[in-house]
């Protein structure tokens, strides 16, 4: 028997993964395989279920304080492509969602030198008193982590603050790849992993469930995507805060890293494979749509994953301006639907704490 068969049939009983077998699997088990333990395990946690729910996103601005090189998106203050809404515009965009049934406004932008806690926390407030019964996940951890700072508060102090603003759950986004080295190279000025996990291990204290999200398909190797799943099944052993984990394609359009190219979708799949067998204390596995696109999402349902995100509604742009597919991304209920069923699964519309909504 070859090595990769011993260990995923130990992995099929039940058995966690050390980093050695991981990287086993990953480099020489076949694909179709560890879509197939993938899935098992897949159905032990969520059933013939695929999850999604009805959401939007709300960018406030693109002007950061820091300069990612993979980033597309961020552009500098004085630039014509640089915006920077105000609390009133803000609302404005959420009045438009009105009647369209969401219940999540996922609120991610770029970490603004002037915007401070008590701006984030009335901007909560503002689009909570629109649309009272959409929850708000909000800010990533890099971004909490300045605005905290900023305020002179403790990280437990800041997330309080939020919490009663009306924060009610964290997106995984600024985990980019955990191991510094490779950080200090990809986005050098950006906060660090240490950040990024103080901000999530303080949430989960508090209650709130948070995302963790992994960039890859950049300069990293496989060793160190296992590291950077390995580090996130260990502070969800302690905490179990972690509700989803999202693998995010380096998408190469547009930014300072573009020449490295993107990986192949053959990787995209391993990656999701490999990480629902790494995780194996996190209960969802998200194959965000308007990253891979429809068509690799529908694949992904065969791999281990099962949420696909919303409806989003045309109102992100981080992946249209990294290059992704569709430049107005959009999907309609029945899409998901049709999508989930085609790859023979179950189409559930799920809240912000995965409660299935009939
Ligand atoms: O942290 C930026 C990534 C993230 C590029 O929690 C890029 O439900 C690929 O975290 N190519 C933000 N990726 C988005 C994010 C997210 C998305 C959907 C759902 C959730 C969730 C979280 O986007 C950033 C960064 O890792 N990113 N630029 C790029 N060129």
Same mark, same amino acid.
């Given at each position: 028997?070859?090595?990769?068969?011993?260990?995923?049939?130990?992995?099929?009983?039940?058995?966690?993964?050390?980093?050695?077998?991981?990287?086993?699997?990953?480099?020489?088990?076949?694909?179709?395989?560890? =879509?197939?333990? /993938?899935?098992?395990?897949?159905? /032990?946690?969520?059933? #013939? +279920?695929?999850?999604?729910?009805?959401?939007?996103?709300?960018?406030?601005?693109?002007?950061?304080?820091?300069?990612?090189?993979?980033?597309?998106?961020?552009?500098?203050?004085?630039?014509?492509? %640089?915006? *920077?809404?105000?609390?009133?515009?803000?609302?404005?965009?959420?009045?438009?969602?009105? =009647?369209?049934?969401?219940?999540?406004? !996922?609120?991610?932008?770029?970490?603004?030198?002037?915007?401070?806690?008590?701006?984030?926390?009335?901007?909560?407030?503002?689009?909570?008193?629109?649309?009272?019964? /959409?929850?708000?996940?909000?800010?990533?951890?890099?971004?909490?982590?300045?605005?905290?700072?900023?305020?002179?508060?403790?990280?437990?102090?800041?997330?309080?603050?939020?919490?009663? %603003?009306?924060?009610?759950?964290?997106?995984?986004?600024?985990?980019?790849?955990? *191991?510094?080295?490779? +950080?200090?190279?990809?986005?050098? #000025?950006?906060?660090?992993? %240490?950040?990024?996990?103080?901000?999530?291990?303080?949430? !989960?204290?508090?209650?709130?469930?948070?995302?963790?999200?992994?960039?890859?398909?950049?300069?990293?190797?496989?060793? !160190?995507?296992?590291?950077?799943?390995?580090?996130?099944? &260990?502070?969800?052993?302690?905490?179990? =805060?972690?509700?989803?984990?999202?693998?995010?394609?380096?998408?190469?359009?547009?930014?300072?890293?573009?020449?490295?190219? &993107?990986?192949?979708?053959? #990787? *995209?799949? +391993?990656?999701?494979?490999?990480?629902?067998?790494?995780?194996?204390?996190?209960?969802?596995?998200?194959?965000?749509?308007?990253?891979?696109?429809?068509?690799?999402?529908?694949?992904?349902?065969?791999?281990?994953?099962? #949420?696909?995100?919303?409806?989003?509604?045309?109102?992100?742009?981080?992946?249209?301006?990294?290059?992704?597919?569709?430049?107005?991304?959009?999907?309609?209920? *029945?899409?998901?639907?049709?999508?989930?069923?085609?790859?023979?699964?179950?189409?559930? &519309?799920?809240?912000?704490?995965?409660?299935?909504?009939?």
């Amino acid at each position: 028997m070859e090595k990769w068969e011993e260990i995923l049939t130990r992995v099929a009983e039940g058995e966690r993964l050390t980093s050695t077998d991981a990287l086993t699997l990953w480099q020489d088990a076949p694909l179709w395989r560890l =879509g197939e333990v /993938a899935v098992m395990r897949k159905r /032990a946690k969520s059933g #013939d +279920r695929v999850f999604y729910n009805k959401n939007f996103h709300i960018e406030p601005t693109n002007i950061c304080v820091f300069n990612c090189k993979f980033c597309s998106y961020r552009r500098p203050r004085g630039s014509a492509e %640089a915006w *920077d809404y105000t609390l009133e515009q803000i609302e404005d965009k959420v009045r438009s969602y009105e =009647g369209k049934g969401a219940t999540e406004m !996922h609120i991610v932008g770029g970490v603004h030198p002037d915007h401070d806690l008590d701006f984030y926390c009335e901007l909560i407030r503002r689009v909570k008193a629109i649309l009272p019964t /959409a929850a708000v996940k909000a800010y990533t951890a890099i971004e909490l982590s300045y605005m905290i700072k900023k305020s002179g508060l403790t990280t437990a102090e800041g997330l309080k603050r939020l919490i009663e %603003a009306g924060m009610e759950a964290i997106p995984g986004g600024g985990a980019e790849i955990f *191991d510094e080295e490779l +950080r200090s190279q990809i986005c050098p #000025d950006k906060g660090s992993t %240490a950040e990024w996990f103080e901000v999530h291990r303080t949430a !989960h204290e508090l209650g709130l469930k948070t995302n963790a999200t992994m960039l890859y398909g950049h300069i990293e190797k496989v060793e !160190h995507r296992i590291d950077h799943l390995m580090r996130l099944r &260990e502070l969800q052993d302690v905490t179990g =805060g972690f509700n989803a984990f999202i693998p995010l394609k380096y998408r190469n359009f547009g930014n300072s890293m573009s020449e490295i190219g &993107e990986v192949p979708i053959v #990787d *995209d799949l +391993r990656t999701l494979a490999m990480s629902r067998l790494i995780l194996d204390n996190v209960p969802h596995i998200k194959a965000y749509w308007v990253m891979y696109g429809k068509q690799t999402t529908e694949m992904a349902l065969s791999f281990g994953a099962d #949420d696909i995100d919303g409806t989003i509604e045309d109102s992100t742009k981080i992946y249209s301006m990294a290059g992704a597919a569709d430049q107005r991304p959009t999907m309609s209920v *029945d899409e998901m639907h049709a999508m989930v069923e085609r790859a023979g699964f179950r189409a559930v &519309e799920r809240d912000t704490h995965y409660n299935e909504i009939e």
